[in-house]
């Protein structure tokens, strides 16, 4: 992908010029090239099968485009050693640099601050047409620009990456000999572009997916506000507290949305709970308590109504559960409580007591520690009170 042009004209030193000679040299003798070659056109083609799915596995398990491009040309470089391994993606009328792992990349510094315009060079050129490029000899086409004979590729592959049937951007490999690179390595970046683009499809329809998500949640808690500024407020906070402590814990993605989901709508059933209760300044009484305890129930028949939500209902319902088995509203304990509901109940509690009530106002943070401690193995998991601490220390 050397084709990329820089303005003005970038000018190696002497010293440049030698270090990029050397990583050349590095490269020519990689040992990872040198015993794919000899293993044998079969043993390399199987190699290639195998990356090729590991990819498109691994591909599927992500949501972010930056972490797919960066997989991508790290695992094509990692196995087969490219001189370089680069993707750019498709910004109106230029090409910009996503992602490039190898040798090339290392050495050449001013690559990666460079955009090339559509109708410069090998790339600019997959771009337009959408046609893969395989250049046995890079000073033999037309479109490559020539940068430094010293440590310029010999040998290129660029192909066309397609979101939903439109050119998204290119993934180039290059060589540093000519005739390096062939028509297994073309049917090989093919198939990692194709598996690329139907994973960055996907993650824009989760994208948008969640958009409709967000706007759906913010409207219920909307409603809640209404009746609670408290509620509304603390549902935030309790949302982005489990989402940290979620991704402490290295939970997936999904398991991390959904602890983040949950907990913005663990309150939800208060809209069925009179305002003189929910804005009473002085304890509950009985009766009270009793109206009050109804929306965790409430809220889970409510999220289990909404087909985007519904296998969010349980963890809803069971927010206001006990370690011990002294919660509601069905007596989970232990275990049986679902452990996106354990650890917004450790959250919600450390935000009730820090924030502002009606009826009393808040207390110091250590203070919150400190009433954590003292119910966990009871009220609360003692495993999640350990981790819920730690986050908030270390914020």
Same mark, same amino acid.
């Given at each position: 992908?050397?084709?990329?042009?820089?303005?003005?004209?970038?000018?190696?030193?002497? *010293?440049?010029?030698?270090?990029?000679? /050397?990583?050349?040299?590095?490269?020519?003798?990689?040992?990872?090239?040198?015993?794919?070659?000899?293993?044998? =056109?079969?043993?390399?083609?199987?190699? *290639?099968?195998? %990356?090729?799915?590991?990819?498109?596995?691994?591909?599927?398990?992500?949501?972010?485009? !930056?972490?797919?491009? +960066?997989?991508?040309?790290?695992?094509?470089?990692?196995?087969?050693?490219?001189?370089?391994?680069?993707?750019?993606?498709?910004?109106?009328?230029?090409?910009?640099?996503?992602?490039?792992?190898?040798?090339?990349?290392? %050495?050449?510094?001013?690559?990666?601050?460079?955009?090339?315009?559509?109708?410069?060079?090998?790339? !600019?050129?997959?771009?337009?047409?959408?046609?893969?490029?395989?250049?046995?000899?890079? +000073?033999?086409?037309?479109?490559?620009?020539?940068?430094?004979?010293?440590?310029?590729?010999?040998?290129?592959?660029?192909?066309?990456?397609?979101? /939903?049937?439109?050119?998204?951007?290119? &993934?180039?490999?290059?060589?540093?000999?000519?005739?390096?690179?062939?028509?297994?390595?073309?049917?090989?970046?093919?198939?990692?572009?194709?598996? &690329?683009?139907?994973?960055?499809?996907?993650?824009?329809? %989760?994208?948008?997916?969640?958009?409709?998500?967000?706007?759906?949640?913010?409207?219920?808690?909307?409603? %809640?506000?209404?009746?609670? /500024?408290?509620?509304?407020?603390?549902?935030?906070?309790?949302?982005?507290?489990?989402?940290?402590?979620?991704?402490?814990?290295?939970?997936?993605?999904?398991?991390? +949305?959904?602890?983040? $989901?949950?907990?913005?709508?663990?309150?939800?059933?208060?809209?069925?709970?009179?305002?003189?209760?929910? &804005?009473?300044?002085?304890?509950?009484?009985?009766?009270?308590?009793?109206?009050?305890?109804?929306?965790?129930?409430?809220?889970?028949? &409510?999220?289990? +109504?909404?087909?985007?939500?519904?296998?969010?209902?349980?963890?809803?319902?069971?927010?206001? =559960?006990?370690?011990?088995?002294?919660? $509601?509203?069905?007596?989970?304990?232990?275990?049986?409580?679902?452990?996106?509901?354990?650890?917004?109940?450790?959250?919600?509690?450390?935000?009730?007591?820090?924030? /502002?009530?009606? $009826?009393?106002?808040?207390?110091?943070?250590?203070?919150?520690?400190?009433?954590?401690?003292?119910?966990?193995?009871? *009220?609360?998991?003692?495993?999640?009170?350990?981790?819920?601490?730690? =986050?908030?220390?270390?914020?």
């Amino acid at each position: 992908m050397r084709e990329l042009a820089v303005k003005p004209p970038y000018r190696a030193g002497a *010293q440049e010029r030698r270090r990029r000679a /050397d990583a050349l040299r590095r490269h020519r003798a990689d040992a990872r090239t040198q015993s794919l070659a000899e293993a044998g =056109e079969v043993a390399y083609l199987r190699e *290639q099968l195998r %990356v090729a799915a590991r990819l498109t596995q691994m591909l599927a398990e992500r949501n972010d485009v !930056g972490e797919m491009a +960066r997989l991508v040309v790290d695992e094509l470089h990692e196995t087969f050693a490219f001189y370089l391994a680069a993707i750019q993606r498709l910004d109106g009328d230029v090409l910009r640099l996503v992602a490039a792992r190898g040798p090339l990349a290392e %050495v050449m510094t001013e690559f990666l601050l460079t955009e090339q315009p559509l109708t410069d060079g090998v790339n !600019g050129r997959v771009a337009r047409t959408g046609a893969s490029a395989l250049v046995p000899d890079t +000073r033999a086409d037309p479109d490559y620009i020539v940068r430094d004979p010293q440590t310029d590729p010999r040998s290129e592959l660029a192909v066309a990456i397609l979101v /939903d049937g439109t050119v998204w951007g290119v &993934l180039n490999i290059e060589a540093s000999e000519p005739g390096a690179l062939g028509e297994p390595d073309a049917v090989l970046v093919e198939s990692v572009a194709a598996s &690329l683009g139907v994973a960055i499809h996907r993650a824009s329809l %989760v994208a948008d997916l969640e958009g409709a998500f967000t706007t759906t949640l913010a409207a219920l808690t909307s409603t %809640v506000e209404a009746k609670d /500024d408290y509620t509304a407020c603390h549902g935030e906070d309790v949302a982005g507290l489990a989402e940290r402590v979620a991704l402490r814990m290295s939970l997936c993605s999904a398991d991390v +949305r959904d602890v983040r $989901y949950a907990a913005m709508l663990h309150d939800i059933g208060k809209i069925a709970v009179p305002s003189e209760i929910l &804005l009473k300044p002085g304890p509950l009484n009985d009766e009270e308590w009793t109206a009050m305890r109804r929306h965790s129930a409430v809220g889970g028949e &409510l999220v289990g +109504r909404i087909d985007a939500f519904a296998h969010l209902a349980p963890v809803v319902r069971a927010c206001h =559960e006990r370690w011990d088995g002294d919660g $509601y509203p069905d007596g989970l304990a232990g275990d049986e409580i679902p452990l996106a509901a354990r650890i917004i109940a450790v959250c919600d509690t450390y935000d009730a007591i820090v924030t /502002d009530r009606p $009826y009393r106002p808040g207390r110091a943070r250590e203070e919150a520690y400190a009433e954590l401690c003292r119910v966990a193995g009871a *009220q609360l998991d003692a495993r999640l009170v350990d981790v819920v601490i730690a =986050e908030l220390r270390a914020d």
